[in-house]
């Protein structure tokens, strides 16, 4: 079988999904789908959240008109049969009707638990996976709309490997007997409700890694993540105009992008297919013919020096000086800190009295991280840094690729802030001021490429 995903954009409008079906049925292998919620959706569910919890319901009210216009609009143009016409809008009419009734509650007691935000956001996937599997029907594929909202297996605490391996086992059974009576199951990008919430856990762009995880559970041929673009590219195309299209990454690599930063691919989404070796291809929708970019185990080096240059915002440099540094235990004493509150750690650099971290500065925990360190170290915190990253195996054993990105770097008068290179040299990295991301990433393709 294949694990299909189409975002955002793709599910976009009426002519969009049209498209989206017509890719999904120009062949008859096996296939599963997720979607996510059509473009835009998801922003106006989480501001109606918060308008809730001000609660200014009348502001809630003007969101979920403009929501259901939106897939009323949608479902005129992609379903013809009067029934299920009717049907469809009673179902968008009901979701959205019950959603405003939780946010009534919301506005009563003022407070939303990650829980009941996971709630607000599912809305999302369970309206445009329902319009596709309606307009597969309607041009008479066997279909059948899955919403995930209730398959995350109950009693589980800790969002870990173990968690996600007794998800891939739910979605495994709620999937197979579906693939088995020929219905391709058009599945929600939502997986339901976990621990700490899907945004708090996972994160946004969450569609990816769900599609990833039915495709390994469900032991896929290749998982296809489609999207708005030729594939990965070797930068990111709204911000470097001439990034080109990449043919093929290595697992590594494209974990590496994903983590620092490339919203291409949600940062959780190889691990599962790295699990059962199987390929990702990402995807254009609006450019089917495209081949866009595979990912494989072992990728593919290219003629030349790199793949990719990305970057992450909302950076946090914390340095942390003490003279106790060159004794041993000071360094478990602060990791034990950032740990015990979730805190991941993306960059690290020491010298002689200072160890800089570098973590995303948007956690709500990490001021009570530096209260806690107060006592071992002094703590200076700066604040709106980026982290540039440079991915490519082309990087090993080459000497003087370093040296060119960081005299780019300089000759656009950009101040680096840490820098740091993995042993495996895939990538090299650095710290920069948020607001010369867009400067740092032209400096360095233009070198490069
Ligand atoms: P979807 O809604 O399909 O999940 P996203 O907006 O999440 O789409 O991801 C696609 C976008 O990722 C592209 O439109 C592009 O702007 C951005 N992007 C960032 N870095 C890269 C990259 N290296 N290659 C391709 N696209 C990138
Ligand atoms: N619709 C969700 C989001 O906007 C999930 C996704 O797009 O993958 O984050
Ligand atoms: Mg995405």
């Known amino acids: 079988m294949f694990s299909y995903k189409f975002g955002g954009t793709s599910m976009g409008s009426a002519e969009n ?28 569910l989480i501001s109606a959240g918060a308008h809730a919890k001000a609660g200014k319901m009348e502001d809630v009210q003007k969101i979920l008109d403009t929501i259901k ?41 003022q407070e939303i638990s990650p829980r009941s935000h996971d709630q607000i956001v599912a809305l999302g996937e369970i309206l445009s996976a329902y319009l596709l599997s309606a307009h597969l029907q309607d041009r008479g594929f066997q279909s059948e709309f899955v919403n995930l909202e ?83 590219l070797s930068a990111d195309p709204r911000l470097v105009s001439d990034a080109i299209s990449l043919e093929i990454l290595s697992f590594e690599e494209a974990s590496e992008l994903a983590n620092f930063g490339a919203k291409v691919i949600h940062p959780q989404t190889i691990w599962p297919a790295v699990q059962h070796n199987i390929p990702v291809r990402i995807k254009n929708t609006m450019n ?32 942390m000086h003490s003279f106790e540094m060159a004794g041993h235990g000071f ?43 107060s006592p071992f170290c002094r703590v200076e915190e700066e604040r709106k840094k980026a982290i540039l990253a440079v ?12 040296g060119r990105i960081f005299t780019a770097l300089g000759n656009a008068n950009i101040n680096l802030k840490m820098i740091s290179q993995g042993a495996t040299e895939l990538n090299i990295s650095a710290v920069i001021d948020e607001e010369n991301v867009k400067i740092a990433l032209e400096a360095i393709h233009k070198e490069l490429l």
């Open 17 to 44: 999904i049209t498209q989206v079906a017509d890719i999904l049925t120009r062949n008859t292998e096996v296939k599963s789908v997720v979607v996510s919620a059509m473009s835009g959706i998801t922003d106006l």
């Open 69 to 109: 216009e939106k897939h009323f609009f949608a479902l005129q143009n992609l379903i013809n049969d009067a029934e299920r016409q009717a049907l469809t809008r009673g179902f968008i009419e009901t979701q959205i009707q019950k959603l405003y009734e939780f946010l009534e509650a919301i506005a009563i007691i």
């Open 150 to 232: 209730d398959i995350v297996p109950s009693g589980i605490k800790v969002v870990n490997r173990k968690f996600f391996e007794k998800v891939q086992e739910a979605l495994k059974n709620r999937i197979e007997p579906l693939l088995l009576e020929g219905k391709i199951p058009v599945i929600t990008g939502f997986f339901g409700r976990i621990p700490g919430g899907i945004v708090g856990a996972v994160g946004r762009g969450y569609s990816d890694f769900t599609a990833s995880l039915v495709g390994s559970a469900c032991n896929a041929e290749e998982i296809q993540i489609w999207t708005d673009v030729n594939g990965i």
């Open 288 to 319: 089917p013919e495209n081949p866009g970019t595979a990912i494989t185990a072992n990728g593919k080096k290219t003629n030349r020096p790199f793949k990719s240059v990305t970057a992450k915002k909302s950076i946090t440099v914390l340095t």
């Open 331 to 373: 360094m478990d004493k602060i990791f034990k800190i950032f740990s015990d509150y979730e805190i991941s750690i993306d960059l690290i650099s020491t010298s002689e009295a200072s160890v800089s971290v570098t973590v995303n500065g948007n956690n709500p925990s990490l001021e009570k991280v530096i209260q806690e360190l």
């Open 391 to 402: 991915i490519g195996t082309e990087m090993t054993g080459v000497p003087g690729i370093a």
